[in-house]
């Protein structure tokens, strides 16, 4: 008795012998193409194509394997694309379709260059109602039971037969249509060079691999043009990179093309060496023949299909009906609502049973009054509407140079939420130059009834309940811009990301149900990397976990304790190592940053390095907070920060830097020091000012004085002399954290104090501010007054009580004996508190709680809660942050209330940035 599996294999090995007596039996047969006349090869699509009929001769369908799933018929299955050079070619692939139906569309999916002819694309589709062929050009096939992987096809081609995991698929016979790998060394689908395997014995097209694909793909709609269950005047076809390209290879050569949808190919093979390649297998060629509906699917950072020839690809097509689904900053593979446009354009197309919205029509008005570029987008309102988003980059090639595939693939591109104004959807294009390009296009999201099911690019089943379509993308030149007036108002920015509402527009994943997130941000000019910089950020985790820092092919794995509290983390270039164990030398060259519960770095072309970095994220998700590049060096920050040709000019709160340096004291031979913005008239005064000083957060564990540096640069031009304290930390330092803070928090203090008369400060008159766990430090100022607190080095007879505490989501979780909470007493300087409802270390309950003890014992204390604020929602670094504004109006009311400040407010919001307003978006306490 014969087991059973071998049985399987046998039938297979008895296929793959008939196969052969087959190709032998026909030896003789006439050739699917004529030999060239005069070794003259066809020098157009027209003459390439002349003469062929793919309908022509017997399909020969083999059927390799056949089975049921979910109500689907599914095969695997070959047919015959024709005979070359004396041998007969034939075409694997996978075919099914709903059982028992009739009169189906019919689609072919064609892959890409290193994907396979999946069932699960076969599958998806037939439960929609369509009958489905993915053909396997390369080789490879996926499907239960029957995976024909790289190693097999060469199996298969060495006629293994006796291996386990042999299978018959496609056999290109004598010519050589295979990729990755080829079957002869020196095949190139770029190429129409003549190769001892190619057909022609003279540079032609039809001895590219492009051309022996194309006529495989059109045999495959005859496939579907001949099985019962098909409609034949219902086809479609769609693929993906190499297929994308064939997508539109087939459908501008076969006229029973009814509907295409290429992604991430089919726009861009423009500019090959050879002129005659360029005429018979160029995307521009076959572009000009499509008359039918066709939808790009087209991701902003494409390598293949790039969006930049999106505008030329649209004017060269026949065809009027055509949209797009362009995801920004995706490369070569797209999230589910931009895959599942495809099933949509099928249904209009080849089902009658879904209407697309016209595309977006987008303006772009250059000239404006104040220098800024404005979109307006007409909208089809036919279907509900959930946003409608302005993408934009300067980071698009000169026009007239050819791409560079880094700048392709990782340029970024920035958002501009559109709200409607009238007729149309508007949003202004803030720019960071006007001496570089600016390319623009809008996404308007739609919603779906119910929800739409699709395999993606790589054969994922996924499902959205909305769909994205884009506009045209609109190209400027900077000479454009420059003649318009257009102004660069974006400046140079240490602060990466506030994770604000709206934040993950700037990041992208394609798998966006997790958490992890990447963006191209740290390629952009405006926030790239000073020298001597560190990479810093703020996390709050419920449970212990370790967190994947990536960037690029480097990686850093920080370890987080959980518990909610925020953890700070900074990491130097070195701390990024990539799969052979070596340091990022600096940040200067990055491109791309991604945090992720896990990361496996690879080494490259050659290397067989392999590093799994993290593991499966435990618990809730991460909250992410402050993410900027560090700098401790303030000549290197203000260099960073200055932006050229802006000498003299006025400068915004967020670039302002210190007037001067105050070192307040000296431990174990380091100098801490006040980073000091002087008021107006210093110089000249004979008087004292009133003093503002701040403490940086981070945990008691890292940050930088600068972080405050712009809450400074208001108080200055308060009138006040205001000061960032730069304190010892425990990552840094080594020291007992908060302890020693502390006691650095009330040296800073006596200093100032010590010397009022000469540093002109207002003993009577001083603020103290702090964040985080600066705010703990600012309010251990009004409450602490233990002797282990103390610093001996100034005379503890001076006051270390400030005249007003202003505290900024204040962290009081430490050691008992230095928490504040636990010293509220009478006779305790006025308070202000600040914290946004969504901080996930801090609960607005508990500064209730201690908002009221300390109005109980006779206090003066106000407590403002923001809406939707998170951890540092008060942060003045992001320039559009209203929380930022917001705190400073109420505190500069505060400190006139108490007699600190004279005079009215200068608080001035950036235009665009809004007004909070009590009740929709804070709440207060005052009593």
Request: proline letters at 6%; aromatic letters at 10%.
């Amino acid at each position: 008795m014969i087991p059973l599996h071998r049985l399987k294999y046998l039938r297979l090995s008895f296929v793959a012998f008939c196969s052969a007596l087959t190709i032998h039996a026909h030896a003789a047969e006439p050739e699917t193409l004529a030999p060239l006349v005069d070794r003259v090869a066809p020098a157009s699509v027209a003459s390439l194509w002349a003469g062929y009929d793919p309908r022509a001769e017997s399909l020969e369908v083999e059927i390799l394997k056949e089975w049921e799933e979910a109500g689907v018929v599914l095969q695997i299955v070959r047919f015959r694309v024709g005979v070359f050079k004396g041998e007969k070619a034939m075409l694997a692939g996978v075919f099914g379709y709903p059982k028992g139906a009739q009169n189906l569309p019919g689609l072919l999916n064609i892959h890409g260059g290193g994907q396979y002819a999946d069932y699960k694309s076969v599958l998806t589709n037939a439960k929609r109602g369509y009958a489905t062929i993915s053909i396997a050009w390369a080789g490879r096939i996926a499907a239960p039971d029957y995976r024909v992987n790289a190693e097999v096809v060469k199996m298969y081609w060495e006629g293994e037969t006796e291996n386990p995991n042999y299978r018959v698929t496609t056999d290109w016979g004598a010519v050589d249509g295979y990729h990755a790998p080829s079957k002869n060394r020196g095949t190139a689908f770029p190429s129409a060079k003549a190769h001892p395997w190619t057909l022609d014995r003279v540079e032609s097209p039809r001895n590219s691999g492009w051309f022996l694909a194309t006529m495989g793909a059109r045999r495959a709609l005859t496939f579907l043009e001949q099985q019962p269950q098909v409609d034949a005047d219902r086809l479609g076809v769609y693929g993906h990179s190499m297929g994308g390209k064939l997508t539109v290879l087939t459908t501008g050569s076969d006229d029973r093309v009814k509907a295409a949808v290429p992604s991430c190919g089919g726009i861009s093979d423009r500019d090959n060496d050879s002129a005659l390649f360029r005429a018979t297998l160029g995307d521009d060629a076959y572009l000009s023949n499509i008359d039918c509906p066709i939808l790009f699917q087209s991701p902003s950072n494409d390598f293949h299909g790039r969006i930049d020839d999106l505008p030329q690809a649209l004017r060269e097509i026949q065809s009027k009906d055509w949209r797009i689904a362009s995801a920004p900053h995706h490369n070569h593979q797209d999230s589910a609502e931009f895959v599942v446009s495809s099933q949509l354009w099928f249904d209009q197309y080849l089902k009658g049973e879904f209407s697309f919205p016209q595309t977006p029509e987008l303006k772009v008005q250059l000239k404006t009054k104040d220098g800024r570029p404005v979109a307006a987008v007409q909208v089809d309102a036919s279907k509900p509407i959930r946003s409608v988003d302005i993408y934009y980059t300067q980071q698009g090639q000169i026009d007239g140079q050819k791409d560079q595939r880094d700048n392709t693939v990782n340029r970024f591109w920035r958002h501009a939420k559109a709200e409607l104004a009238g007729q149309s959807w508007r949003a202004a294009l803030p720019l960071f130059a006007t001496d570089q390009p600016l390319w623009v296009y809008a996404n308007v999201n739609y919603e779906l009834e119910t929800a739409v099911t699709a395999a993606n690019y790589y054969y994922q089943v996924v499902s959205s309940d909305h769909f994205e379509l884009s506009s045209a993308p609109q190209l400027f030149t900077p000479a454009q811009l420059q003649a318009a007036g257009a102004t660069a108002s974006l400046e140079p920015s240490l602060m990466i990301e506030s994770f604000e509402a709206g934040w993950q527009e700037a990041w992208f994943s394609y798998t966006p149900q997790a958490w992890a997130r990447s963006t191209h941000k740290v390629y952009d000019p405006q926030w790239q990397a000073p020298a001597g910089a560190k990479l810093a950020l703020q996390v709050s985790a419920v449970e212990a976990n370790k967190l994947v820092v990536g960037l690029d092919d480097f990686a850093a794995e920080v370890q987080l304790d959980g518990g909610s509290a925020w953890e700070a983390i900074e990491l130097a270039p070195a701390d990024f190592k990539n799969a052979e164990g070596a340091s990022l030398e600096d940040f200067s060259q990055i491109r791309e940053l991604s945090l992720s519960p896990s990361k496996t770095l690879k080494g490259g072309r050659g290397s067989s390095a392999r590093v799994q970095l993290g593991g499966p994220w435990k618990g809730a998700d991460p909250v992410f907070n402050d993410l900027h590049w560090s700098v401790p060096n303030t000549s290197a920050m203000t260099s960073a920060m200055a932006a050229p040709g802006e000498a003299g000019a006025a400068v915004s709160l967020q670039r302002r830097q210190p007037d001067t340096m105050w070192t307040y004291k000296e431990v174990d031979g380091k100098a801490l020091q006040l980073s000091v913005f002087l008021p107006e008239g210093y110089e000249e005064a004979k008087g004292r000012f009133p003093t503002f000083v701040v403490y940086h957060g981070g945990s008691w564990k890292t940050g930088e004085a600068s972080w405050h540096y712009p809450d400074c640069a208001y108080w200055s031009d308060r009138g006040m002399i205001a000061v960032s304290v730069d304190y010892r930390l425990s990552l840094r330092d080594g020291v007992e954290v908060p302890l020693e803070c502390v006691k650095d928090a009330k040296s800073a203090v006596r200093f100032l104090r010590k010397h009022a008369s000469e540093l002109k400060v207002d003993p009577d008159k001083m603020v103290i501010a702090g964040g985080s766990a600066g705010g703990q430090l600012a309010a251990a100022m009004a409450t602490l007054t233990s002797p282990e607190t103390n610093d001996e080095c100034y005379d503890l007879s001076i006051s270390c009580v400030p005249n007003a505490v202003v505290a900024y989501n204040p962290y009081y979780k430490c050691p008992p004996s230095l928490s504040p909470p636990n010293f509220v007493t009478e006779g305790l300087p006025p308070f202000i508190t600040f914290l946004g409802d969504q901080d996930p270390a801090i609960t607005v309950e508990s500064l209730v709680e201690f908002h009221k003890d300390l109005i109980s014992k006779g206090n003066v204390s106000e407590f403002y809660v923001g809406k939707g604020g998170k951890h540092g929602l008060c942060n003045g670094r992001n320039p559009r942050n209203p929380f930022f504004y917001w705190s400073l109006y109420l505190i500069d009311q505060f400190l006139v209330e108490q007699g600190i400040l004279t005079g009215s407010s200068q608080v001035v919001r950036p235009e665009g940035v809004a007004e909070l307003q009590f009740g929709s978006d804070y709440h207060a306490y005052r009593e």
